[in-house]
């Protein structure tokens, strides 16, 4: 059974271009968490989406950003006109459902924007 | 909301030396926690959970209690190698539907041989 998987490790974007963050989660997880983790800084809540729902997305920038987890294939997040200070890692996690667990998080991608 | 607080870093230790992390919580219902490490470079790895209060979490030598009535999840190792230097995350999660996390913000682990 795989981890969760993020791909690419790493992507460098120009200003103004946009970033696609791809996360396929554990087998038999249907809950996913996306993170983002600034230099020095520890992580901080994004999104949660379930397959074909955004169930919280009250960490997520109101502009630029979205997310999607669709029934079939990866959860993506994207950044639209990325600018210097997206440049961070961002990670995803993923979950089963039920109860008494924890999420278990991928490698993450580092975002650099120059 | 809820939230995490641990003490800030760096913490330098010469090997062999005894470790304390502090964590503190705040939450509004009862919350898992739960230490994850981060090596350079790398994502997190948990590290130890417990999932009510008065559970040790505990592996690779380092343990944490569940203290509900301090609202505290201490990390501690008897004795540290030069291996353990990484960032340590405390973090909690309330079990709504789903297992949002939230960290604290870090510390950072220097050991010294």
């Known amino acids: 059974n795989a981890g969760v998987m993020q791909n690419p490790r790493h992507l460098v974007r120009r200003r103004g271009q946009e970033a696609r963050l791809r996360c396929s989660p554990m087998k038999g997880h249907s809950h996913v968490y996306w993170y983002r983790q600034l230099p020095e800084e520890g992580l901080k809540f994004m999104v949660y989406l379930q397959k074909e729902n955004i169930i919280d997305e009250s960490g997520m920038p109101k502009e630029r950003f979205s997310a999607e987890f669709p029934k079939e294939g990866p959860s993506i997040l994207r950044i639209q006109q990325v600018v210097r200070g997206d440049s961070a890692a961002y990670f995803c996690?993923?979950?089963?459902?039920?109860?008494?667990?924890?999420?278990?998080f991928g490698q993450g991608t580092r975002l650099t924007v120059v | 909301g809820d939230s995490v607080t641990q003490m800030e870093g760096p913490v330098t230790l010469s090997e062999e030396a005894f470790l304390t992390i502090n964590c503190t919580y705040t939450?509004?219902?009862?919350?898992?926690l739960f230490w994850y490490v981060q090596y350079p470079g790398e994502g997190l790895q948990l590290l130890l959970k417990a999932t009510k209060a008065d559970d040790k979490g505990s592996n690779k030598g380092f343990e944490a209690t569940y203290r509900k009535e301090t609202t505290s999840f201490h990390l501690e190792k008897g004795s540290v190698q030069v291996s353990d230097s990484a960032v340590y995350f405390c973090?909690?999660?309330?079990?709504?539907?789903?297992?949002?996390?939230?960290f604290g913000a870090g510390t950072r682990l220097f050991v010294k041989a």
């Open positions: 996690a993923s979950s089963p459902t039920g109860t008494n667990t924890e999420a278990f």
């Open positions: 973090a909690l999660s309330e079990n709504t539907g789903g297992f949002k996390t939230i």
């Open positions: 939450a509004t219902g009862y919350p898992s």
